[in-house]
């Protein structure tokens, strides 16, 4: 089993910054695994927002490209995601995903509200 705890969200206005943050534990959790970041707006699907392998490879959505940066602390166990620049849509509840080997683990989310 994975255990995530995303925190960070919050209320910023419309070019402020927020950083959040995803803390892996438990007896299944590996380092050698893909950590993801995605969003959900009401009404709207869950979409995919930044990725990074164990390796430091990192791929964004064009959507929040330039302005958003995901980096991991493996000593910690934790994933981050710088998001600067922030726009009204951007506002959305923010997910962790663990993969490895085909299987995947969800964090509860953090909501993220840009005011414009």
């Known amino acids: 089993q994975v255990q995530l705890v995303e925190s960070g969200g919050g209320l910023v206005q419309a070019g402020g910054s927020l950083r959040l943050s995803c803390a892996a534990s438990?007896?299944?959790?590996?380092?050698?695994?893909?950590m993801m970041w995605y969003r959900q707006a009401p009404g709207k699907q869950r979409d995919f927002v930044a990725s990074?392998?164990?390796?430091?490879?990192?791929n964004y959505s064009n959507s929040v490209k330039g302005r958003f940066t995901i980096s991991r602390d493996n000593a910690k166990n934790t994933v981050y995601l710088q998001m600067n620049s922030l726009k009204a849509e951007d506002t959305a509840t923010y997910y962790c995903?663990?993969?490895?080997?085909?299987?995947?683990?969800w964090g509860q989310g953090t909501q993220v509200t840009v005011s414009s």
């Open positions: 438990g007896s299944g959790f590996s380092n050698v695994a893909w």
């Open positions: 995903k663990y993969s490895r080997f085909g299987e995947s683990y």
């Open positions: 990074t392998t164990s390796a430091g490879s990192t």
